[in-house]
């Protein structure tokens, strides 16, 4: 069983410059979620794919912006780097029978950004 | 809305006590709760988990949780602390949207 891999693991951008990070999700999950770690917090939700469409989107605004492809791998996307921006970007994936999530998040290892 | 607080940021133990890492929740709807831990430079893994089932949930590595919901508490514990707990343990519920709300995070020290 192939577990959660995300690329790349680290990246250094400059402000106002824009970032694709990737997510291959667990063998036979067909939800993709994405969060965002900043330093010392815990994760924050960006947002969730099933079937290829967003299906819940946490307090980011429209800079921040995904895409899950037919074999459930996603990207996430972020325009205009702030500062603030830089933390660990975790991907988790998940089989979810509908309604409210009773299941387990699988975590990748992150995508850790640098914006400089 | 559904919301997680854990109390203590930083949570030292020595070697073979008692670890109680504590967790408060709020939630409008019945909550499904979680503790993850990480460990450094890896991503969540989950210990363990509670929906609407036994109270009492164990999980892998020695540690279990109650939910008591008189309390709004889902605190986990473990009875004797190993080296190899030393991470950082997140306590989340659940919510509508099928998003899952984290809390700010205990990071747990193991003292030899």
């Known amino acids: 069983e192939t577990g959660v891999t995300q690329s790349p693991t680290h990246l250094i951008k400059t402000r106002g410059q824009q970032v694709t990070l990737r997510c291959s999700s667990q063998?036979?999950?067909?939800?993709v979620s994405w969060y965002q770690q900043a330093l010392g917090q815990g994760p924050q939700f960006i947002f969730q794919y099933y079937r290829e469409e967003e299906n819940g989107r946490g307090n980011f605004p429209p800079r921040f912006s995904g895409l899950q492809f037919p074999n459930y791998s996603s990207e996430l996307n972020v325009n205009a780097l702030e500062l603030d921006d830089s933390a660990l970007y975790l991907c988790?994936?998940?089989?979810?029978?509908?309604?409210?999530?009773?299941?387990?998040?699988?975590f990748g290892e992150g995508s850790r950004l640098t914006v400089l | 809305a559904q919301s997680v607080t854990q109390l203590g940021s930083h949570v030292s133990v020595s070697e073979g006590a008692l670890v109680l890492l504590r967790c408060n929740y709020s939630?409008?709807?019945?909550?499904?709760l979680f503790w993850y831990v990480q460990y450094p430079n890896q991503g969540l893994q989950l210990l363990l988990k509670?929906?609407?089932?036994?109270?009492l949930v164990k999980g892998i590595n020695g540690f279990e949780a109650e939910f008591k919901k008189s309390e709004t508490s889902f605190h986990l514990t473990k009875p004797s602390a190993h080296m190899s707990d030393a991470a950082e343990y997140f306590c989340?519920?659940?919510?509508?949207?099928?998003?899952?709300?984290f809390g700010t995070g205990t990071s747990l020290t193991v003292i030899p």
């Open positions: 939630s409008s709807v019945p909550p499904y």
């Open positions: 989340a519920v659940s919510g509508t949207g099928n998003q899952f709300y």
């Open positions: 988790a994936s998940s089989l979810v029978p509908g309604g409210r999530s009773t299941g387990e998040l699988f």
């Open positions: 509670y929906t609407s089932a036994a109270t």
């Open positions: 063998s036979g999950h067909n939800t």
